[in-house]
């Protein structure tokens, strides 16, 4: 599919097609959880869903930004490890520090600077910030 249909029940029709590609995504990297095919499935349906909205954007309103911000490009690669084992394992502080080997006040630091960056309040919004599901 090369872009979205200008008719609404195409474009329903296609943004369905699309959600079901991504829901067949998400189940096969739960079935791979632990598994390089699990962060290829959930990197392929956030490819697919950033393209879907970067589609519908341009559909609704064709003046606006196709570009979608990355929310992720503005975490550092620390950040990023940490955000993405929050989301994953819905690691505590204490188990993060353990499992990285770095200190629980370097962990609240970087949890601290991650939910600030993402402009979320919550540990528990982590996830859907960034598009990850949880086990």
């Keep these: 599919m090369t ?8 474009l329903a029709a296609a943004v ?6 991504i829901r067949r995504s ?5 079935a791979a959880v632990g598994t390089a095919q699990a962060a ?3 990197a392929h349906s956030l490819q697919v869903t950033d393209r879907m909205s970067e589609e519908i954007v341009r559909l609704v309103a064709p003046d606006a930004p196709t570009q979608l911000p990355d929310l992720r490009s503005g975490l550092t690669g620390r ?3 940490i955000a993405e084992l929050i989301a994953l394992d819905q690691l505590t502080n204490a188990q993060l ?3 990285l080997d770095i200190s629980e006040k370097t962990v609240k630091t970087h949890v601290g600077s991650i939910l600030r960056k993402l ?3 919550q540990r528990s919004e982590i996830a859907w910030t960034l598009g990850v599901t949880q086990k």
């Design 3 to 10: 872009g979205l249909a200008a008719d609404p029940e195409e």
């Design 97 to 99: 520090a353990q499992h």
């Design 119 to 121: 402009q979320i309040a």
């Design 26 to 30: 998400l189940a096969d990297a739960q």
């Design 79 to 81: 950040e990023l490890e």
């Design 16 to 21: 369905g097609e699309r959600l079901a590609l």
């Design 40 to 42: 290829e499935a959930l």
